[in-house]
């Protein structure tokens, strides 16, 4: 049992900051107020090849695991990129893997390497209006028609679906009332995301304002047989093999940016004298931060362990739960804590903490919320009635 | 053309030093260790002139601890073709570098050998001029522009005051100042394809060298705590305390 990162992990590591060091943080807070994506941050990553850490080296990947995507996302966001770095290539890392673990091998050479290049970007869509997180009630239809699908239906809280050129959706492919089973009837596919058919809205919302988020409107948006994922009603399936590694990233990214916060507090505190002291002599300034670090490093060691047991094949849903919800709580208190450090300054943008205080809700909400984490966990675990 | 690069592993330069409290040393305990900046640039510069053609192979050494296989792998991710680790005592001193470096130029017969100016530890900006003198070989040294023409290489030095250019015969030793490139970010399959390629490690014995030190490291300590400043009631008294006290003018 190690507890350390392997030297090939600490490479890459090392590798991803010192990339990532080239946007500074005055990058990040322009591109936070204007609203713009950043193209210059996701096109370097793709042509030094980091989107494709965790894609086999057949599509052009460099074959590595979730840990190693893990501790790559989470030096994206300990950078100073926080939540906007990660978001903006977190689509590319971790939810093309359906398309490796059910796509023919044509779907993985037309489909994946154009995205991994940085030429083509891509936006994931699941959830919809009024159904949250009960993925089986999706309302949008894909409808056979000849040599395909018709699709009509809305989603929401889309990353990026404003930018993409390629759309992942799900879809319903047969009626839920003809179905024996709710989690049957849904299909997966990636297609163009064609305008003519596709009308995006970003929704106006708290922070990471340079990776939009979307409502999407799909009306006789006209989907080829051959962009369908894997067989026909088998999709909810399929994407239920993304969902720990997205719950594994998000975590590793959370604890990213609680340390990038608590590491910019306390530069504040060893430099800021008030009555003729370093604030960050007192020990109300020391003790909420040094209870941050370990409670960051202590959830990442979860998040940690989720990636190794996914890596290696065996069950992680309990752990990377867990690890989520860990890293996200982690994250928000370090953020709060680096704001509260700071004072006055903290809630000045040009501190740069207030932004990632916007940014760490994200995880702590997404994809799942701390509730739903607590609830499976009770249920799985601790053996309690399911609550809801 | 061979080209031969010698790297350091150094603490990063984003990181505060500390010397022990002992003053026996600087503090390395769970430090942050790098390639030393200088001696990227050097890599760089061997990788471009591979790019151009003029090299057909880099090779990169490193004379230091086993730890500093990690700094031979950050070359190779540069894109360096192999790797020499002289597995040796952490703290040499120049002259012994230079020594093993001239070692293994004799064995590895390079047609040019790219250092860095200096490391930024012990900032003694030695080796490569040392080297230069134990080959028998031109040296250009501080180069900001560095052009292989034939059998000779032309090398633009910083020197004070200006530039100074310089053309040698091949074989020849070059040190690298800051201005020369920008040294690549390593990209991840450049990162994998280095974890293939071979890193070969030696010890100064075989190579029929003697490190042992010839100087002994009194102390190390850490530069006095910068005072607060003072007040001054108007120029007269400012310029009678810039001359009897800082003794800055006359």
Redesign the interface.
Known sequence: MSYDLT??Q???R??VL??CA?FSDDYWLELDEKGEFPFDFHRSMA????L??AMPESVGG???GITEAAIMMQAVAESGGGMTAASSIHGPVFSLEPIVRFGTPEQQQRMIPPILRGEQKMCFAVTEPNVGLDTTRIRTRAQRVEGGYLVNGEKIWITNAHVADKIMLLARTTPLEACKRKTEGLSLFFTDLDRRHVETRLIPKMGRHAVGSNMVFITDLFIPEEDRIGAEGEGFRIILQGLNPERILLGAEAVGLGRVAIKKAAQYARERVVFDRPIGMNQGIQHPLAKCWAQLEAANLMVMKAASRFDQGLDCGVEANAGKYLAAEAGFEACHTAMLTLGGMGYAKEYHVERYLREVLIPRIAPVSPHMILNFIAEKVLELPKSY | MKVLVAVKRVVDYNVKVRPKPDGSGVDLANVKMAINPFCEIAVEEAVRLKERGVADEVVVVSVGPTQAQEQLRTALALGADRGILVEAEADLEPLAVAKVLKAVCEREQPGLVILGKQSIDGDNNQTGQLLAALLGWGQGTFASEVVVEGDRVRVTREVDGGLQTVSLRLPAVVTTDLRLNEPRYASLPNIMKAKKKPIEVTRPAELGVDVARRTELLGVEPPPARKGGIKVADVAELVDKLRNEAKVIG
Do not use: M, S, T, V
Not at chain 1, 47 to 50: F, K, M, P
């Open positions: 030297d090939d600490r490479q890459i090392e590798a010192k990339h080239q042509e030094a090849g980091w494709g850490i460099a074959g590595l």
